[in-house]
């Protein structure tokens, strides 16, 4: 005999026993203060000029509205700028990592000459533009105060996406961002790098243009503008981004896509604005070339053995964005057990999303792990380098962030989540969490030539107006910890409340709740 399959309203069940099943409990909407307090804690956790690059991001910022008085101001030359000079000062400590923060002076005075900025076009404006909003000649409170931004930005974004987004899509959208958070993730989106978008945008515009797909009615405009909106953030910040963006819209297109109808009419528009703005923003943005030039012109050729040495390499770019890479400017390297710790969280949501693979899943997965392993193959191709130069894990990340994604659709999260695997993951993932907080924390502090459990003991370097180093740790990692345990209750919360004529569906079929010919679960 074979199993009743559930499908939907129209089933036996009444429809208000559903709505008690997919009514988010309480704590759960504790989970993005939750992850606003741990990303604050980590823009409280390097000094101003951490972030990679920002000898040529904050330069940029502070002249993202154009000249200013004060902020940025005309030079000899087309490119050059005066800028306060703890711009440029706040670098001090790059490459250096037994060199605490302390060489940077906030309080200097006076502008100073730069050439290397983003005058010439080579990023897109909009993050520069965004950020200069807050850039004023206290650096120090400036710097902070992008940080925050863009940490509510992050957080804000995805909580109004995840509300949108039908139950079924909601678990890849959380299982997608923390399963990539750390360490790099965490350090980079609440940081003056415009890869904090990127990052915003490769989590949100294939999932919500997904749902939008597979959605009608207002839940279908609403996520529709979403998913322009986050196309905008990402290629505003990044060229790369744009292109990420495209990739997620075809992702979507293939999982969500079963036959074309006049219910598909608005998807199709928003994707045609998204790829319209997407390209507009990679043609206007100079490095946007880069796929075709690479990233350091004229290096010498690459030979057969070192092409095939990177294609067999391109995994320590994974693992890197995961604490096998340092954090900063290359220089903050994470214990070897947040690398593990990270890493294996990563692996093990993949080994439990492809439990089951429709065939259009299947499609959009293989296509998102030729993407992760091709794009940084080409682009050292093109760059003529070898694994661990020029390209860098962050340029990969949100391809892993989609990757993901894609691997945690059709995913029931009481039968796969629930228990041991949730709890194990949270713990690997706070513990790993903790040790990178406290480790680049004490890089900076200090240099990592001083340990010590404390990460403020014997400072050198901390934050004129902040909680001390050991409150922003103890914050963090609570805060981090606290999310799962929310997750854990909700996931009990949510199979103790289903019927038991649901429950026991659940647990005899793979066909227990309505699928879309896609073979994503219905809600």
């Not at 940081?191 to 294939?206: H, I, R």
């Amino acid at each position: 005999m074979s199993a009743r399959v559930y499908r939907g309203p129209q089933d036996t069940m009444p429809f208000v026993q559903l709505k008690r099943i997919t009514r988010p409990g309480l704590l759960l909407s504790a989970v993005p203060v939750l992850l606003f307090l741990s990303l604050v804690m980590w823009a409280f956790a390097s000094p101003a000029g951490s972030s990679p690059d920002d000898n040529f991001h904050l330069p940029s910022i502070w002249c993202g509205l154009g000249d200013r008085e004060g902020l940025c101001e005309p030079a000899q030359g087309n490119d050059a700028r005066l800028v306060p000079e703890p711009l440029i000062d706040a670098s001090c400590y790059a490459f250096a990592p037994e060199q605490s923060g302390a060489c940077w002076d906030s309080d200097e005075n006076g502008l100073v000459l730069v050439e290397r900025l983003n005058t010439g076009g080579l990023y897109p404006p909009l993050f520069y533009g965004t950020m200069s909003i807050f850039a004023s000649e206290n650096v120090e409170a400036s710097v902070l105060g992008m940080r925050i931004a863009n940490s509510a930005l992050f957080v804000g974004f995805l909580t109004v996406v995840f509300i949108a987004l039908p139950r079924r899509l909601r678990v890849p959208l959380v299982i997608s961002v923390l399963a990539t958070a750390v360490p790099l993730g965490f350090f980079i989106i609440p940081s003056t790098n415009p890869t904090s978008w990127t990052l915003l945008s490769a989590a949100t515009v294939w999932v919500s243009f997904l749902g939008a797909l597979t959605t009608t009615g207002r839940r279908q405009i609403v996520l529709s503008v979403l998913a322009v909106v986050a196309t905008v953030i990402g290629a505003g910040a990044r060229a790369d981004a744009a292109a990420f963006a495209v990739f997620g819209l075809l992702l979507a297109c293939v999982v969500g896509v079963q036959r074309l109808s006049r219910s598909l009419l608005l998807p199709a528009i928003a994707a045609a604005v998204g790829g319209a703005i997407s390209l507009a923003f990679y043609l206007s943005a100079g490095q946007g070339g880069a796929v075709v030039t690479g990233l350091a012109p004229d290096q010498v050729p690459l030979t057969l053995a070192q092409h095939v040495g990177n294609l067999l390499e391109i995994p320590t770019l994974w693992t890197g964005a995961l604490g096998g890479w340092g954090l900063g400017w290359l220089d903050t390297i994470m214990p070897g057990s947040v690398t593990v710790m990270a890493s294996s969280v990563f692996f093990g949501a993949i080994a439990i999303g492809i439990h089951r693979l429709p065939w259009r899943k299947t499609i959009a997965l293989t296509l998102a792990v030729a993407a992760a392993w091709g794009v940084p193959f080409v682009l050292l191709a093109q760059t003529q380098a070898v694994v661990g130069q020029q390209v860098q894990p962050r340029y990969i990340l949100p391809l892993l962030v989609i990757l993901i994604g894609v691997a945690a659709l059709d995913v029931d999260p009481v039968r796969s989540w629930q228990g041991p695997r949730l709890l194990v993951a949270g713990i690997a993932l706070t513990v790993a969490m903790g040790l990178a907080l406290h480790t680049n924390i004490r890089r900076y502090t200090t240099g990592i030539d001083d340990r010590a459990i404390d990460p403020g003991a014997r400072a050198e370097w901390w934050w004129s107006v902040a909680p001390s180093p050991l409150i922003v740790l103890l914050v963090g990692v609570v805060s981090f910890a606290a999310i799962f345990a929310a997750l854990e209750i909700e996931l009990r919360r949510s199979s103790a409340t289903a019927p038991l004529d649901l429950r026991r569906r659940s647990t005899t079929t793979h066909g227990a709740r309505r699928r879309f010919p896609s073979g994503i679960s219905g809600s």
